[in-house]
């Protein structure tokens, strides 16, 4: 069994086993033109904005596989800036009969280098957003819970959460 995976604990919901998985992922923020922005990513195949992790790879640190995770689905070369807490939740695998309890551990990363159009082939769009277009855009209310530490967190680098478009 992999270190980031294991399956035990009470049934799921309908005597499904439960499998619990561990994930890593991050904010990626940089400021241009005055103004903090934050790299969202669009998985390939799906409409919705997400922030970017990815499974944590047996013998990895956290910190180390959420930096990971934030090069290959932004294209992003990043500093660690600190933990930003962790998120839980649950969905099913059909096809394995599993209920999977997943937890992602976030953390706050600054760009300094590469570019959002060389994202890996997991994401169909990598993009910049203003703190509050990223907040309207993100389709999971814990996401944006993280988020928002992380629009906290970077509050003294720019004037402030501002709408309107973010350039690429």
Known sequence: MAANQGAGGPPGRGGRPVKRT???GGVAFRVHEGRVQFALVCPAGRSIWCLPK?????????EEAALREVREE?????????????IEYWFAERAQGVRVHKRV?????????????AHDHEIGEARWFD???????????????????????????????QGGPAGA
Do not use: K, Y
């Open 54 to 62: 990815g499974m944590v790879e047996a013998g990895e640190r956290l």
């Open 131 to 161: 703190a509050a277009d990223a907040l309207r855009s993100l389709q999971f209310a814990n996401e944006r819970t993280i988020l928002g530490r992380a629009i906290q967190a970077t509050a003294g680098l720019g004037p402030g959460p």
């Open 74 to 86: 932004t294209g992003l070369e990043a500093l660690p800036r600190g933990a930003l807490g962790e």
């Open 105 to 117: 551990h976030h953390f706050l990363f600054e760009a300094v280098g590469g570019s959002l159009e």
């Open 22 to 24: 561990v994930s890593a």
